[in-house]
């Protein structure tokens, strides 16, 4: 449709169709799964040379603090944490656990 036909009212309730506060949402939901995606892709590759947590911590350790992520041993699950916050209240953690071919980054990010 040509816009400059259109109502005041109609324009208005195409963009805010268009524009919705849940697409918007939904839009930002999306790009930052597919951030997490990247992240989880890029972690997996960096275990890729360690055969253990702690290989991977002596390894990374100093990395992980250069770039701002909160890096530490979870003693009770015997895990690696790599927490990144995002803002005030939201954050991502990612888990590296041992495994008998190595090092991987856990599926489950919180």
Known sequence: MNNDKLSRAELAKQLSEKYSFTELAKDERKSRHAVMLKRHAYFSGLTNSCSSLKE?????HE???????????????????AQIWLNFNEHETYYFEETDSGVVVSPIIS
């Open 63 to 81: 990395l992980f603090q250069i770039w701002g992520v909160n890096f530490y041993w979870d003693e009770l699950n015997r895990k690696l944490v």
């Open 56 to 60: 991977f911590y002596n390894k990374y």
